[in-house]
């Protein structure tokens, strides 16, 4: 299921069965998935295609799972710019994830580097925004 996050024509029907039908934020925010399926999705964060990482990244943030914590911290590494924006929201956005915090300080400490000297100027905004959200000000 995972694998068909990848290819354009089956990507909606994948994410529907991945989420239980519901597609988007609103209708999953917060919904707690199956564990075999949160164990698919963070076995999506190592896959090949960046548009599958970047997909399952946005699933963990809107199905939160504290496994998932340390697949997402790598993809803050990942070389394309999309998945490492998505990484930082999926650890630092808590619109779906109320209560639930993940960004410890040495994630913290990964994100404020981002901020700081990411090659591309939308994953230093997306990381100073979630510093931001934190009340970070180192």
């Known amino acids: 299921m995972v694998e068909r996050l990848g290819i354009g024509s089956e990507r909606f029907h994948a994410a529907l069965e991945l989420t239980d039908g519901r597609i988007g934020a609103r209708a999953n925010r917060g919904r707690t998935l199956s564990d075999a399926k949160i164990e698919a999705i963070i076995w999506g964060l190592g896959h090949d295609n960046a548009v599958v990482r970047r997909c399952c990244l946005e699933f963990l943030d809107q199905h939160p799972s504290a496994a998932a914590v340390p697949s997402i911290v790598r993809c803050l590494d990942d070389p394309v710019p999309r998945v490492r924006w998505h990484a930082v929201h999926a650890l ?47």
């Open 92 to 138: 630092i956005c808590d619109v779906c994830k109320p209560g639930v915090q993940y960004a410890d300080h040495a994630i913290l400490e990964r994100i404020r580097a981002l901020a700081s000297a990411d090659p591309s100027a939308k994953v230093r905004r997306q990381a100073q925004w979630g510093l931001d959200q934190l009340g970070d000000r180192q």
